[in-house]
């Protein structure tokens, strides 16, 4: 009976192995987990330099004077709108012949805000 439970375990120099590459194994684990939060951190220094600008603060929360700089880059919406809703007003004022209807038309347009008072 002696011999058979001995069969039955594992000889020591399997279980010698098995720890060896439990090791082996543990230091690859962490080696790469160094190697992945180094490459990480390249990673986050390499895209500083690419990312845009930001507005910078003063030392008491005010920022700078800079910080439209952007904004200034779009164009004009608000003009842009009222031009589009005012043109076909006033390409209809221009072909009123009657003088009496021009002057009630027009004033019609300035109360409305559509033109302003020295456009014609």
């Known amino acids: 009976m002696g011999t058979e439970s001995r069969n039955n375990c594992l000889p020591y120099s399997a279980l010698n192995g098995i720890l060896q590459d439990w090791g082996l194994n543990v230091l690859k684990v962490a080696l ?6 180094v490459i990480c951190y390249l990673i986050i220094i390499g895209i500083k330099p690419v ?6 603060e003063t030392g008491n929360g005010a920022i700078s004077g800079n910080s439209t700089g952007l904004a200034n880059l779009l164009p004009n919406f608000e003009k842009i709108y009222r031009d589009a809703l005012s043109e ?3 390409k209809a004022e221009s072909k009123i012949t ?4 021009a ?10 805000g559509l033109t302003n008072s020295d456009s014609n």
């Open 32 to 37: 790469s987990f160094i190697c992945g939060a």
């Open 51 to 56: 990312l845009p600008a930001m507005a910078d």
């Open 88 to 90: 076909p007003f006033i």
């Open 98 to 101: 009657d003088p009496d209807i």
């Open 103 to 112: 002057d009630y038309y027009h004033g019609l347009m300035n109360k409305t």
